[in-house]
């Protein structure tokens, strides 16, 4: 239900025939907690019990949940998605299989696909491969310390894939001018992937690899620096053309990769404890992975913090934080230290099993293109549908 | 979406990143226009533009329409209807092949199912037996002035389904009592079935032939005495038993129709003409059909409707009246006359092709379940889904 | 608080803190319940009463009335109105004394001043002339049927001020040929005169005469037939120019007054028995002012007016009508008979204790202007305000 | 119009005829840019053209501000306001002239009286005393850099009130013993006072005197360690019992106060620039004033503190700030340092001319009692008004 205008809404007008009048508004799918419960269930009984779970209100009192079990709505909510936890197996254009299941928000969820499509795979193949969505201070955190946690998984090793342009953009260089060579911005730019390499390494404890998606116009001087950069954190790095030459394209990063994990030192690390506080659970996030001096709040959401840490012991946070900076603001590119990231609200996903930590003014809904898709969307006489694409 | 929350509501707060607040509404499917006009569609290009003509409001200036089309949004809502338009075939316990296709509502729609599932069944049977919602007076009449109308369709004969309960409620019997024989109040609610039979003569001039829908607790001197009542209209009475012994129980039925098929008389006529006024036609609904005195209406709802008549002559006119009586207060049972029909609303459905006219307090919308069906629905740890029935 | 952007408003946004989220509206001064308690209560104690009988609401069975006082808010009201309610003495131009107090609307309210102003006056004035709104299908039945009931007042005769502009325009002159003379037009539209006039003495059994609002194009020719064709109906007419000539312009209409008023044969009638149902009263006004051959109204309106014939006994009727037609269709002009008067909605005033009866399409808000008024107010330096008029 | 529910609302249901749809609200009087106005005008003049500079929303381009002089609206205004802009005289129980006249928020709006009853005073006194709303981080900050600048006025001294009970408050005792002697406690709230009193004499360059507010519980132990404190910083501590004792209870305030303003050593000074962007004011007082480390502000609020500054260069800011700490977290008590503030919203008042600048969780419009003030307000027959104290 892709309508801005639904999202703030109010229903129930018309009197008593038409319910209770209250405020309310429709998620888009990848928004909902269902969606986040949905990539996170182990299986039926587990989705079943999650949504049960989910908090739709409180009582007059303000205090007392009302949960979705309250209301007998579980049952129904998983017989319609009794089918959806079954993951989705596709194949790419060279006949390799792949797994395309569930599409979490990578800001007010965790960014995964789901545990059941991850266990599938782990049961089928000898190397899995999985994505984490934004850049790896939100995608590979949540990963390993939401759904690694929650689903006992054990990953091996990180791929981080990098481009020129985007270390480029973060050493300075306007949008405009990223196709052009220049190794001073990339240098300052390179900031940006050692932080992140080295949280990989110091944080999580797992080896990692950089996978450079290659575009055209990347010169040779150019992937000579991210190189020799990298390869004085110890880190190895590939240029991957797969973009151009297919699986072929890949080859060389695959075999570093299974290189890696064949040769894997031991478990991962988690960036914090699960008994601790989510303020200290924050804290952690910020000043281990962002590179932030400290963290605030303004005291209704520390008390709220502070509440849920007692009523939810064991869950973990889900930082919603824009994905341009290793800061809440947009424009500090690099790797900034000495930052303060300021939480200004904290939702409970109970039956996600997380606590949401919304840091900064980020939106946490996407934009719509100024014209509808469906403007260009037709179909003939004969039932062929044009404009989808 | 049956949720009556839902229908009426106020949309796009939050300011502009939501668009622009406004009143709007839900309706369930049955109630849209979408389901009239996917109902009276020819083809998918009839479909298109039907959907193209829906008019979805008026500009500043309180006149000028503005059509689905004009927001190019007809394209999309036919590529999603397009499977949706081609009728659904299906098998009745003793394997028969049926038709279910289309359910616009018998008030505010005209109540029959798709013109597209009717000629399908007319090119592959010999007989088709088609269903129109609610009572002679509101399906039998929107068949006929509408469907009929629109797709040229020619029907034979008509079976008029009636039961002795119903009769007896109409003759002044309490719900509770209805059970018990009561010869006095069968005569008297008689004259209602008398006069639906009188209607489908005299105004369509087709032959019809009375089914009676058999209950275990009708006395055979209920039914004599209908059989005696009826015969004396020229009109004959078969007792159908097919809730009890399947297609055998309706064999008497079956011959009789394929008996006044075959030896049909001509074409059948309508209500009113095409090229009559919109006042003229529900006057002529009102006063032949329903044996109302005549018709009145607020002046603001009388100019609409001479404009509309202007605007669009040729568009039949779809009475949206209380199925419990033939006026327009449900408790007036039997065979009312000299009753007042007051129009206290017109609305134009511009892609289905006709005009609504709104008699009385009904509801255009039904009521819901005191408690919601998804409660008593679940889904086991196997996905064997319970409670749906 | 006139601004209509007020009359239908949701509040409560904003969650628990801010109150109950409901839909309500502002209604302009004159056209709230408050309006008509002030002018009916009869003094401070009355009017406490009479606003803390007013029904704000039902309680959740959808039966239970809320009164005013059940949320102890009729005290503070009271307080806020009690100089409100003592009558307001101004003078006219020529230092004769005027009462100007209370102001309900003629269509939802009952349209004349207050009670205390009435009484105040016929305390110390031999002679008191008090003004009903509309034309006397509306402003004398209210008069009498509601206020002289309510208050025990005994009126002794009834002015009917006319024009001959506006009789003209009842005979089928369009507005913009008014001024010029026209007897034929103004002859058939004497018969709206003529049904007023007779109205007052049949129904109410006073005495009464007509007044000429003169205007400086009505021709001799014009008041001659006036004069003649009322004066065949026993009813003097006499041509007032106070417009012009101040009190002197009046004099003649003022001794004409004087006249019937010390004349009286005796006590006015009703149109309807206080003891009678609401339904009936409602017939009896429609009936015998209004010259319709009957009333309608929707079951549930119907079912409405008797349930608060039984739980309000004795509560008059205040009719909402157009007061440009004897009828409910604006556009009937003169005196139109065997006219159908629907009622389509009924509304219960507790406190100024009557039921209001709505009939066709009326507004019962009044319009405002394309250019607020505000916008030509202003204030200078000095403080001296302009742009009030 | 003090009802919550009124805070925030939608308007403009039921079509056209009642306006565009809009979200609303209704501020206290209090809480309105209409009462800074009013505060802050020099004049009837600079009252018409303050109201007509209010930005009441903005074009669609969203930037293009539509002032309230835009819709011819502040003539309007001002005439109503042209009795209210002239200042109060009453007196006191000892007959001593005092003026009261208006009443803005001290958190939202600056908290100071009318400049024209602040001028008017000067004119016939010889020496004015006038209040400054909340704690001086708050009350006498706007007192001086919002009223002070803007109207060119120059006090010449400071009286900080303060209770024993409040200080031991700050102290760290409950509210339920403050009424028992607690030393230590005193000697650690008094920090609160001593930075009051040092931000008076080191950013405002004024002389102050210490005024304790009198409790019959205040113990002559505690009244001796304010008094040896406070003069350990060369302010004197006088301890005032008005309260009890009138005008001669305060007669040693009075005369150390006069004794100060006679010797008074020049002009104060601001804590900031007027010249200075809106960030730098903001930081100036927060980290002179309230002893902050630093300030923070999502990027979206700092963008427009910065567009603002260059708009409207000089105008001063308005903190919303909690009144129950130096920092704006209320639990915070003494005088915090280190601590750090977040800027969550900026507000223009065009009219009034300043920014606010809202600082933590805080309301910025009152609660409402449990119990409507309206409940126990009522009036007798006689027209007595009872409850309304």
């Known amino acids: 239900m892709n309508d801005r205008a639904l999202r703030k809404i109010v229903v129930g007008l018309g009197g008593t025939p038409n319910g209770y009048l209250r405020e309310d508004g429709f998620d888009i799918v990848v928004a909902s907690e269902v969606m986040a419960i949905l990539c996170l269930a182990t299986d039926l009984k587990d989705l079943k019990e999650r949504l049960g779970r989910i908090i739709i209100g409180y009582k007059t009192d303000g205090k007392t949940p009302i949960h979705a079990r309250d209301l007998k709505a579980h049952g129904a909510m998983a017989a319609l998605l009794k089918d959806a936890i079954k993951p989705n197996l596709v194949q790419t254009l060279e006949n390799n299989i792949a797994i395309i299941h569930g599409g979490p928000f990578a800001n007010i969820a965790h960014g995964c696909n789901t545990v059941t499509a991850t266990r599938t ?124 030459q297919g699986g072929e394209g890949a080859e060389d990063l695959a075999k570093a990769v299974a290189s890696l994990v064949d040769t894997r ?75 303060h990231v300021h939480i200004r609200e904290a939702r409970l996903a109970n039956g996600a099993g997380f606590v949401v930590a919304i840091a900064g003014d980020m939106m946490t809904m996407p934009g719509l293109p100024k014209v509808p898709a469906a403007e260009s969307i037709d179909v003939d006489e004969n039932g062929q549908i044009a404009g989808l694409f």
């Not at 899995?128 to 201070?137: K, M, N, Q, Y």
Request: glycine share 8%; aromatic share 8%.
């Open 121 to 244: 795979a782990l049961k089928l193949a000898d190397y899995v491969v999985t994505e984490a969505g934004f850049g790896a201070d939100l995608g590979a955190e949540k990963f390993i310390d939401i759904k690694c946690r929650m689903a006992g998984l054990n990953p091996a090793a990180v791929v981080l894939v990098a481009t020129v342009r985007a270390l480029k953009f973060h050493g300075g260089v306007r949008k405009e001018d990223l196709n052009q060579e220049n190794l001073a911005a990339l240098e300052l730019g390179l900031a940006n992937l050692e932080k992140h390499a080295r949280n990989i390494r110091e944080h999580y404890h797992l080896p990692c690899v950089v996978s450079i998606n290659h575009f055209s116009f990347d010169t040779e001087a150019e992937i000579a620096l991210m190189k020799q950069k990298c390869e004085a954190l110890g880190v190895q790095v590939i240029v991957a053309k797969h973009w151009a």
């Open 265 to 339: 030192p031991g478990r991962h690390q988690f960036v914090y404890d699960e008994n601790d506080t989510l303020w200290n659970k924050i804290e952690a996030i910020a000043t281990k992975i962002y590179g932030a001096a400290g963290i605030s709040a303004d005291p209704k959401v520390r008390q709220q913090l502070e509440q849920w840490s007692t009523e939810f012991p064991g869950y973990p946070v889900c930082m919603a934080k824009t994905q341009m900076s290793f800061s809440t603001d947009a424009g500090a590119r690099g790797a900034p230290t000495g930052h």
